[in-house]
Nanobody, 123 residues
Framework: VQLQASGGGSVQAGGSLRLSCVASGHFFRTYGIGWFRQASGKERDFVGAISMSGGSTWYGDSVKGRFTISRDRAENTVYLHLSSLKPEDTAVYYC?????????????????WGQGTLVTVSS
């Protein structure tokens, strides 16, 4: 089982990015996907999650209204759309999978993790 996150980069404040998380087909269909981020020297925080069907999404308070998660079942990909970026959004972003797809916020509930992708927002 593998998850692969990509799409990070450097952007100015107010800009946008789209991160992608690709998973194997069967795995993708039966797990909820979450996004987390970890800034240098800080804990890994919940950004958002999407259910197995893609019909439900959840977001952390700091990103509500600015970030959006979507799911392309045909491409086995979950996207994290980042907009109105702020310098405090700078972090390594990770995607992860959990079996219930209920938008849980604890890292302990996620069984599988992708490698991180770095997002840097300059002021």
């Amino acid at each position: 089982v593998q998850l692969q996150a990509s799409g990070g980069g450097s952007v100015q404040a107010g800009g946008s990015l789209r991160l992608s998380c690709v998973a194997s087909g069967h795995f993708f269909r039966t797990y909820g996907i979450g996004w987390f981020r970890q800034a240098s020297g800080k804990e890994r925080d919940f950004v958002g999650a999407i259910s197995m069907s893609g019909g439900s999404t959840w977001y952390g308070d700091s990103v509500k209204g600015r970030f959006t998660i979507s799911r392309d079942r045909a491409e086995n990909t979950v996207y994290l759309h980042l907009s109105s970026l702020k310098p405090e959004d700078t972090a390594v972003y990770y995607c992860a999978a959990e079996q219930y797809g209920l938008g849980v916020k604890s890292t302990d509930e996620y069984e599988y993790w992708g490698q991180g992708t770095l997002v840097t927002v300059s002021s």
